[in-house]
């Protein structure tokens, strides 16, 4: 116990690490400073969440908001959504609880907790990289008898040089970081020991990833 009370006297006699304790719920509150602007950033975040969620026609009545199921998915979204510094990522939190609002769109709380983590678990970056491969999907339609790989050849790198271009990803880290899209669903490598060695991590992206682009998006927004 000594040495955990000499040891936060420490971080206290510390400027820095002492700041870093009022971003934490019940730190010291010696530098109000820095409370506040903690405080402003979670209050952007949350102004930002509800701008969204009420943009828009969105069909809230009172039974609905007293719901088991409704109330679980809205605490369970804010709580993500406060998370993320990118504004479009809470705002794409927003949408999708927005479209959880039509009975037909999810068959259970089950589903759209499965859709919330996948948006959580992608980072924007990632969440647009996908986007861009699923628009050149769309503009490069499969040719007469050509499979998915054959026509990812044809558009492939130009897709690289934009990802290189627009998000500085530097040309040797690609095929790791599509890899890495494996575990969100969103996106699927092409398998077979035929193609192990050309492969590298070119792959297309998912229904469940078309289907959450669709479930965020917006008329307002460029998804």
Known sequence: MNYLKNTCVNISNEPLLRMLMQLIPGGSAIDVGVSYYAKRIEDDRRRTFFDELGNGNINLNPELIQSD????CFITTYNAAIKYRIEEKIRNCARLLKSALDENTFADTDEYEEYLQILDELTYREFLMLVKLDNFENDYPHKL???DLQRLERF???YKRELIAEFKIPEDEIDS???RLNRTGCYEIFAGSYM???VGGKGKVTPTFRRLRKLVSSKHVDC
């Open 196 to 198: 192990a060695d050309i």
């Open 156 to 158: 492939w790198d130009q």
């Open 145 to 147: 008898e050509e499979n």
């Open 69 to 72: 199921d409704f109330v679980h």
């Open 177 to 179: 970081m599509m890899t």
